[in-house]
Every structure is written in structure tokens, then in C-alpha cells.
């Protein structure tokens, strides 16, 4: 009797295979009926994950590679483990191969490493255009995972715009109406989202953002933008440096937590009460960001599910199973702490 699969114990639970597969991985969210199901299911079939048996006789690999940038940024590093443990669960190894995806030539490069390999499907972790036209360009034969572009939380917005527009209704339901932003590296298409989705939030609820700059997703960049709009007057603080009685931001969002950290630290560095003088809210909600002072208020990307689903979009792929060309993770949720509070009156 062939092995059983995955999906022959979701069949058989009258389950989803994402189901199962968060089961294998030990989530405690499942009802408890349900999870009977999968304990059931698992039991009658002898399900025995990760069998190199059943590859052997399909006479196909296992491998999918990974081309992954920016790995030491927290959601980066969110995605790619539950990515590489989802293919596990589902009988596979991760290749990961990290690049530059602001570098045609590494992206160029790492391509060629994982083209060269016997690997089944490769998965996009780059949201770069950078790294997406290389990959287009490319006469690639296997199938390629969905990437972050396709991405869209449960109101059909992409995550990037939907994430910005969370943290600019929380401004405005405060009561801000002027604000600073600070980007992501232009080249990512991510970061391009999250300020088009702010900006497009904070005008339409009656603010101007009176101030811009961009970082690199670094703490570094985030602290030298910070120095920046206080050297420019953009912020109010209080009396203190960059003081902007007649226009200046009463609040400054920052495209993700580690460029809000250096903000913070700057801020501070000149005097600039947060949120006393200046309200910030942040995004991805890093581990750090309830430990920075003071806490951070941001916006939750389910990162983890992120790379649940394009691994498992791109196995479905892999075994000719139907997808959906569009992935759908939840929605963008605030999480709100210390760091923001209605402007002064």
C-alpha cells in the first residue's frame, strides 16, 4: 500500500491539509473535535511524515529551494522558518540560498546556484523588482512560489497597502492630522505599499503627511531619519530641537520596528518626548517591539502563515493540485502600546 500522504489524512478527517499540517506542528488553536479527527485520521492511515520512499518511487526530489534576503529582519526570519518547517511537515526539504535582492548580480548568481540543483520548485522570499524580473527573465521549467506580491489579507487589500492603512486610521482615530513618514528601501515593492496604503489612509481621514524620508530597514537608517525630520523642523518636540509650532508632524510612522527603534533612540537622544511630543507606531511587530521604550505600537503581519501558504501553494503546484493564484493570510491587526496617544491640544 503506498504511503500515506498529507492530504490523504486531511481527506480522511474531513479536514484542510493546512489543518493537518498545523497539527503536525504542534499549534494548540485546533477545536477539539476537530483535532480528534486528525488524531483519528492519522492513526487508521499509519501516516508517517517526511517518507523518502514514496519520492523514490515517483522517481521525483523533494528539495525546493529558497532564495531569501534580508534574513536577519525579524519578518524575514518569521516567514522562512514556518516556511521551512510547513515543507518539512509535508515530506520536503528547504534549500535556502540568501541574496542580495537589491543586486542583480547576486540575484543573478543565486539563481544559477539553485538552477543547477535537482530541486523540485524554488520559492521567491525577495520583494524586490530587482529580484522579480530576474526571475521572469529566467526560462525557469519548475514551478515557482507565489510571492509576496500575490499576498492579500481577508478585506482583498495586498498586505502591503492594508498594513499602512491600519496604522493611519489609528493616528487619525487619535486625532492626528499632520504626520511623518519613514519608508522602506524604494527598490521593495513592500515598502512602496505600506507608504502608498498610509498615505492614501492618512488624506482620505482629513491629515497630510508634511514629511518623508526613507531608510534601509535598518535601526541605523531609522535613527539618522529621525535626526533628519528634527533637523528639518518637521516634528514638534516640545520647545526643544527640531521645534515646528506652524505645521510640524505630531506623529511619525515607520514602515517597520527595527527602523522605529533607531527612531525612538533618537528621539529621545534629542529631548523629544514619545508620545508626549511625537506619537509613533511601527510595523511587523517584532519580538523587540514590546521591550523598546517606551513600547511600540504597531501593526501584526501573520508572517508565519505567510510562508505556510506559499510553501504549501507551491507543493499543491509541485503534485498538480489546483490553486488559488491568490493567497490569502489574515488581516493586518494593531497592536497598540505606549508609544501613541492623541496629539496636545
Known sequence: ??????????????????????????????????????????????????????????????????????????????????????????????????????????????????LSQQIAGLVLMAQTAIARTAIAQRDISMPVGRDFGLVVDGTGESLGIRAGRVAAEHLIELGHRRAAYVAGPEQWLVARERQEGFTAAFTAGGGEVVASTAGDWSAESGFAAARLLLAEGALESGGG???????????????????????????AEAGVSVPGDVSVVGNDDAPEARYMVPPLTTVDLDFAQEGVLVVTSLIDRIEGRETDPVIHVPTPALVTRASTAPPRA
Open 241 to 267: 530641537a527640531g521645534r515646528a509650532p506652524d505645521g510640524g508632524a505630531t506623529a511619525v510612522a515607520v514602515a517597520n520596528d527595527t527602523m522605529a527603534m533607531g527612531l525612538l533612540a533618537a528621539l
Open 1 to 114: 500500500m503506498p504511503d500515506a500522504t498529507i492530504y490523504d489524512v486531511a481527506s480522511r478527517a474531513g479536514v484542510s491539509h493546512q489543518t493537518v499540517s498545523r497539527f503536525l506542528r504542534g499549534f494548540e488553536g485546533i477545536r477539539p473535535e476537530t483535532r480528534a479527527k486528525v488524531e483519528s485520521a492519522l492513526a487508521e492511515l499509519e501516516y508517517r511524515p517526511n517518507s523518502a520512499a514514496r519520492f523514490l518511487r515517483l522517481k521525483r526530489t523533494n528539495r525546493i529551494a529558497l532564495l531569501a534576503d534580508n534574513m536577519h529582519l525579524s519578518g524575514p526570519a518569521r516567514t522562512i522558518a514556518s516556511a521551512t518547517e510547513a515543507a518539512r511537515d509535508l515530506g520536503y526539504v528547504t534549500d535556502i540560498v540568501t541574496m542580495d535582492g537589491s543586486d542583480e548580480g547576486s540575484v543573478r548568481e543565486a539563481l544559477d546556484l539553485v
